[in-house]
């Protein structure tokens, strides 16, 4: 699912704009975004976290030129989901949807 067809299903679901609906998911995402780059983690209950996680420097190699590349040490974001929504996921009709999809590449 796009961005896109989240808006219009909020648009119809709600009776809302499209433009309103629109202007308001990418204020959330702004927000969300600039909470993350001041360092800030953002919590939503019941569908999870948005957290900052740190990795540690690490040495990689270049296999082009076969030398060692120091890496270092980073920050990036990372969506946790919360217990519930992994739950929901877990017992829903997706999983069954998925098998359906993935018969149909083998049998092809």
Request: aromatic share 8%; glycine share 4%; charged share 30%.
């Amino acid at each position: 699912m796009t961005k896109a067809e989240v808006i219009a299903e909020i648009a119809q679901k709600t009776g809302i704009e499209k433009v309103d609906v629109s202007e308001t998911v990418e204020a959330f995402f702004k927000v969300i975004k600039n909470a993350m780059i001041e360092g800030d983690n953002v919590y939503v209950r019941g569908f999870g976290s948005f957290v900052i996680k740190k990795r540690a420097e690490k040495t990689a190699r270049n296999i082009s030129k076969n030398t060692a590349i120091i890496i270092p040490e980073h920050f990036i974001p990372s969506f946790k989901p919360a217990k519930v929504f992994v739950e929901k996921v877990k017992n829903s009709a997706a999983k069954a949807k998925m098998a359906a999809a993935a018969e149909e590449k083998i049998e092809m």
